[in-house]
């Protein structure tokens, strides 16, 4: 079974200042999809962003982008400019190709507070 | 937004009470899925759907029963519920999409006292 690993329960920006958030996983799969959620205190889930382990190109999203390393096993998600409303939890996600339910397996997840 | 309702918001239950989550979806896609949300832990799934009358078990499926009778509603059914029950609940739907994403309902809240 695959894991997915958020090292930092918690994390501060300025506004305006760039923040990455860690993430990495473990599996023996060599296709698979990778994602970042967001979660504002209106409890929504929000896709931030989302990335395929077979592309080499960094997937970007405006001021959202990832640092994919497959050797490494490693995700994360850079925010530039920060801004007030990106404070929220963030959670990185895994999807197999390979499993009947088409389920992502999510870390524990990052709280980003941002200081104005 | 998908088109996905959960129901109720928020619920406060005693223990030993059965509770029934109830997940509506307008976008017909074949996947629903039951996940809880408890500090630390991030998103655990609990059931699965791959069809009506087809679910399956999840990493924490104890104490937990779900059904699928039509393709648009997924239950979540706790039969006796405990503290330990107490928790954000999710549903979220896939369909064969170009995201390969879920989307999510926007929760429940159970308290169980």
């Known amino acids: 079974a695959q894991t997915v690993t958020q090292s930092q329960p918690e994390m501060s920006v300025q506004e305006a200042e760039t923040v990455t958030l860690s993430c990495t996983y473990d599996t023996s799969e060599s296709d698979y999809y990778l994602f970042w959620y967001k979660q504002p205190p209106s409890r929504q889930m929000i896709l931030v962003i989302r990335q395929e382990a077979y592309k080499q190109q960094n997937a970007t999203e405006n001021r959202f982008s990832v640092n994919f390393q497959k050797a490494a096993k490693s995700f994360s998600l850079k925010i530039s400019d920060s801004q007030l409303g990106d404070a929220a939890m963030y959670f990185c996600?895994?999807?197999?190709?390979?499993?009947?339910?088409?389920?992502?397996?999510f870390g524990g997840g990052t709280r980003l507070m941002v200081k104005p | 937004d998908a088109g996905i309702t959960q129901s109720p918001r928020h619920k406060v239950t005693e223990t030993g009470t059965p509770v029934t989550l109830r997940c509506h979806q307008t976008e017909n896609h074949r996947y629903m899925y039951w996940y809880r949300q408890d500090p630390g832990h991030g998103l655990r799934l609990i059931h699965y759907?791959?069809?009506?009358?087809?679910?399956d078990k999840g990493e924490v499926s104890d104490g937990y029963s779900v059904s699928r009778s039509k393709t648009e509603d997924f239950l979540l059914t706790l039969e006796s519920a405990t503290s330990s029950q107490t928790s954000v609940y999710f549903c979220a739907i896939s369909g064969w999409d170009t995201e390969r994403s879920l989307h999510f309902g926007n929760g429940t809240r159970l308290t169980v006292t």
């Open positions: 759907s791959y069809g009506v009358k087809d679910t």
């Open positions: 996600a895994y999807r197999s190709l390979y499993n009947a339910g088409n389920m992502l397996t």
